[in-house]
């Protein structure tokens, strides 16, 4: 997410970084190049000009003329100024203390939109809210059933028009069915089309005033650029969206769409798709997105996805091993579990970006190849429970019968074998280091 922005970014800061000393020459041509990779990020240029002056009228102030780290300063008058393009504060969805709640999906044909509901519709599953969703995408036969097919798979209820009927009937029915079963949240996905045109824009009207929603949530797709911007104007002029949810932000989109959406319509981005994973779906923290964008990472967004991916009695088993409390010692086993639920956050690259200060770190492509957990999980998988539990069991014959049954060189095993030995040296010594609260140093890891 923002990836190329973000790096060409940092280069353009990189000089103002470093320096002790800043003169208004020194800024204003480091100004100069941040607005370069703006427009090149396709950022509208009026929000690049408005947001420039802004940083450059703070820049030049004499507080942080006379601070210890201008440079730092600078960096930080960006951030702020970039969190300020998303919007105020963090956006949230306007859902009713009481009755059922209506949120309008409404979007082009192919930004999402039937995919971003379901998302939806698993996130506030997991906030405590009983959502169902409701296909009223009447014209376009392969979209009902996929909102039922993703419905099952986050586990919420779908209620179906009949395909070429009346989406406002279809809609009606389902706040209704919604309002019957008690449901907190109903998410409305709506038909749409390859632009804008009067009679789209009609039939989502009349949708609106139907059910009234409490949300009506444009799905732009970050791949557009600009004309995702020029799209939400459209949408907002004829149903007066109250917020975006920007999709395909993990792909190469330059960033110039979610800059630029609040400073031309004045709606806050507040969600945003940063895979295809049913998970996949974030909040639009503008503090967050600035960190991200200028590489600072996401502390935040980073705990977010391990609660939401973790099994909370396997992570509790885990710790209690790991700070020997539990039975027995840390093995190959464990060491299986704490990694597929590592893979479950997300792709290694994306969480990476989530770390303060990863994002500068040269990392080789290859150390981020999702193939290598499958590798690790093969040759675990090709061991005996009883070698997964003592791993000093392993000769060289059995590495090789390993080795064999995982299709991986037995250099790979040995080299496996190697990490997981430092990996149990350094939970020792961390145990150790821990005192009384680990317990006594060493027990339960010894190899």
Request: with cysteine; charged share 25%; net charge positive.
């Amino acid at each position: 997410m923002f990836d190329e922005l973000a790096t060409k970014l940092d280069g353009a800061l990189k000089k103002l970084r470093q320096r002790g000393v800043l003169t208004e020459p020194m800024i204003r041509e480091g100004l100069r190049e941040v607005r370069r990779v703006l427009l090149e990020a396709d950022v509208n240029f009026q929000v690049t000009r408005a947001f420039l002056g802004r940083v450059q009228e703070r820049a030049l102030g004499e507080a942080v003329m006379k601070a210890v780290s201008p440079g730092q300063q600078i960096v930080k008058i960006v951030h702020d100024e970039l969190a300020r393009l998303f919007g105020d504060g963090p956006s949230t969805l306007a859902i009713r203390g009481r009755g059922t709640s209506v949120i309008l999906m409404v979007g082009l044909q192919g930004s999402g939109k039937t995919t971003t509901a379901a998302k939806l519709a698993r996130r506030l599953g997991r906030a405590g809210a009983t959502p169902m969703l409701a296909a009223c995408d009447l014209q376009r036969p392969a979209a009902i059933e996929q909102l039922e097919t993703l419905g099952r798979q986050v586990g919420v209820p779908v209620v179906a028009g009949e395909f070429g009927g009346d989406p406002v009937a279809a809609a009606l029915r389902a706040r209704e069915l919604a309002a019957e079963g008690g449901h907190s949240v109903l998410i409305v996905d709506t038909a749409g089309r390859l632009q804008i045109d009067a009679k789209l824009m009609e039939e989502l009207g009349r949708i609106r005033d139907a059910v009234e929603p409490v949300e009506i949530l444009l799905v732009a797709d970050a791949m557009t650029g600009q004309e995702a911007v020029t799209i939400a104007e459209g949408f907002d002029q004829a149903l007066g969206i109250t917020g975006v949810v920007m999709t395909k932000m993990d792909g190469d989109a330059r960033g110039g769409a979610a800059l630029s959406i609040r400073g031309v319509t004045g709606k806050p981005i507040k969600l945003i798709g940063v895979g295809e994973g049913i998970d996949d779906l974030d909040a639009a923290d503008p503090e967050r997105l600035a960190g991200r964008i200028l590489q600072m990472g996401d502390v935040v967004g980073l705990v977010e996805r391990a609660q939401g991916a973790m099994d909370t009695e396997e992570q509790a088993r885990l710790q209690e091993k790991v700070m020997g409390k539990g039975s027995g010692r840390f093995t190959l086993e464990d060491f299986l579990v704490a990694m597929r639920q590592v893979q479950r956050m997300g792709p290694l690259e994306q969480l990476l970006k989530l770390i303060p200060g990863a994002g500068r770190m040269s990392i080789p492509a290859a150390n981020l190849d999702p193939k290598r957990f499958k590798h690790v999980e093969a040759i675990i998988l090709s061991m005996t429970p009883e070698e997964r539990r003592r791993p000093e069991l392993l000769n060289s014959s059995r590495k090789v019968r390993i080795a064999k049954g995982s299709g991986r060189p037995v250099a790979e095993v040995n080299r496996l074998l190697k990490q997981f030995k430092e990996m149990q040296g350094f939970l020792k010594q961390m145990r150790g280091m821990m005192g009384g609260m680990g317990g006594m140093p060493g027990a339960p890891f010894a190899s």
